[in-house]
């Protein structure tokens, strides 16, 4: 729900992206400024989904310590109730999602277009040279009459 993959959170064995879960739902709560119980019911709502441990215990990493400072900013700063907040958050998602999906369109286009402009040039490259370039007739105004000539009679 929160527009992140599963299983893409580490880089290597020991490096740490802002997508590891690390936290547990006290520090968490801390970090966050919320109580424990609220950060439960984010969960319960789908506001935030952390991962879980092996013993259902979850696991926050930073990027949802962010989340949840966002919903609480808009929950208290701007008054926003949490169905509509749980509706900005995926709207955000989706935004992030085509974003994504319209940087890798474009890369493909790109692509496309290289690989036609290279096929042009190579047919281009294949003329022969030899034979001479059609060039169109221009046209004019002029008229033109033509008169067969009177064959005379031999009488």
Excluded: C
């Amino acid at each position: 729900m929160d527009g992140r993959r599963r299983g893409d959170n580490f880089r290597g064995p020991y490096e740490l992206t802002e997508e590891t879960p690390v936290y547990v739902i006290s520090v968490a709560a801390q970090l966050s400024g919320l109580h424990p119980q609220t950060l439960r019911q984010y969960d319960r709502l789908g506001l935030v989904s952390p991962d879980r441990t092996a013993g259902r215990g979850r696991r926050y990493s930073a990027r949802d310590i962010e989340l949840l400072r966002q919903v609480q900013q808009l929950s208290q700063d701007e008054g926003i109730n949490l169905a509509g907040i749980k509706r900005i958050i995926e709207l955000e998602n989706q935004v992030a999602a085509l974003q994504s999906r319209l940087a890798e369109m474009e890369a493909a286009l790109d692509g496309a277009a290289a690989a036609m402009r290279q096929r042009e040039a190579a047919v281009h490259a294949s003329y022969r040279r030899d034979l001479v370039p059609y060039q169109e007739v221009q046209q004019t105004s002029a008229l033109v009459v033509w008169r067969p000539k009177r064959q005379q009679s031999s009488d």
